[in-house]
């Protein structure tokens, strides 16, 4: 982040506030809504962002690849004065759809007045050309209700009615504590705000440790929407945020019943495939997301292992069942 840039992010405690969406226009049938159709957006991501991570994640699980397009960006963050992505993965260095090299292209495409980060995931309608939204704490949930039409065949209810006003009690705590929490753990600005924010997030996992020692999921035995939000922070925590973001009390392969967890989630389809090791620490260790402003030379670490990711978890014994779980509720 540039100076000023830190500066809007940042309460006068040195507490980290993490900037606004811009584009919040939900998707549906009603007037002034987004469109459901298939072909007309594009997705646009990076593996490193655990935001980004959790809308993959479902338009893996739903079946949705065929119907939403996927662009990726480069874990590193280009040098430029401000904080953008970069294309520079795919072939010439700009998106094969829409052409843009850099994020910020399309933001600025749809609003030239706009002075935040560009930030991912962001649904671009293909069509006119325009981010249209960006609203990474919604768009799980508009994939799992409003684009039902195109799910497929046997795809798990990720969101059911009968519990969402506790899916999203419970999204509001993953979202401040754990997965904002790391971040307000590494972007903190003093030792205050750093320790309270370290003490809320141990607090919140010790809660987790104890609530999955009794259940295979958060929500019993099947996972739900809150499952893939706890997932995204809790892969990327060893190797990156335990010592890039000093969350580092406890590593995540130090609670048992965590650890079982997230590699139960890791060996499901749409979870592990979906995860880069390789581009998460990349971005965490060597980018310029946190002092883009220090030019010595990034390091990036050999370690940890990783081999145990794919080692049996187990958690099936929890529940006492041993069957497959990303099925379709009735």
């Not at 987004?34 to 959790?54: F, K, N, T, V």
Request: net charge negative; charged share 25%; aromatic share 14%.
């Amino acid at each position: 982040m540039t100076q000023n840039e830190q500066t809007k992010e940042h309460s006068n405690d040195g507490s980290f506030k993490r900037q606004t969406n811009r584009f919040i226009t939900p998707f549906g049938d009603n007037p002034g809504e987004l469109p459901i159709e298939a072909g007309r957006y594009r997705l646009l991501w990076s593996q490193a962002c655990p935001w980004a991570h959790r809308s993959v994640i479902v338009r893996s699980v739903l079946g949705l690849e065929n119907v939403i397009s996927l662009g990726t960006a480069s874990p590193i963050r280009p040098h430029l004065p401000h904080v953008d992505w970069e294309f520079s993965l795919d072939e010439k260095g700009v998106d094969p759809v829409l052409g843009i090299r850099y994020m910020s292209e399309i933001y600025k495409k749809t609003d030239p007045k706009y002075s935040g980060r560009p930030t991912v995931p962001l649904f671009v309608d293909v069509q006119k050309f325009e981010a249209v939204n960006n609203d990474y704490f919604k768009l799980t949930n508009y994939l799992e209700t409003t684009w039902e039409p195109f799910h497929g065949e046997n795809a798990p209810v990720l969101y059911p009615e009968s519990l969402r006003n506790q899916i999203d009690a419970l999204n509001d705590v993953i979202f401040h504590e754990v997965n904002n929490g790391v971040y307000k753990c590494g972007f903190a600005k003093s030792q205050e705000a750093y320790k309270s924010a370290f003490d809320t997030l141990f607090a919140r996992l010790d809660k987790f440790e104890e609530h999955l020692s009794k259940q295979r999921f958060l929500f019993g035995d099947f996972i739900t929407d809150s499952d893939v939000r706890l997932y995204v922070t809790l892969v990327r925590f060893d190797v990156a945020y335990y010592n890039g973001f000093n969350a580092n009390r406890n590593l995540i392969s130090e609670f048992p019943n965590l650890w079982g967890y997230v590699r139960d989630l890791y060996q499901t389809p749409g979870f592990g495939d979906t995860t880069d090791f390789d581009a998460i620490k990349k971005h965490y260790h060597t980018s310029i997301t946190i002092d883009p402003d220090n030019t010595s030379v990034k390091i990036l670490p050999k370690g940890p292992d990783l081999s145990g990711w794919t080692k049996e978890h187990n958690r099936q014994l929890v529940s006492g069942k041993d069957e497959k779980y990303l099925r379709k509720l009735v």
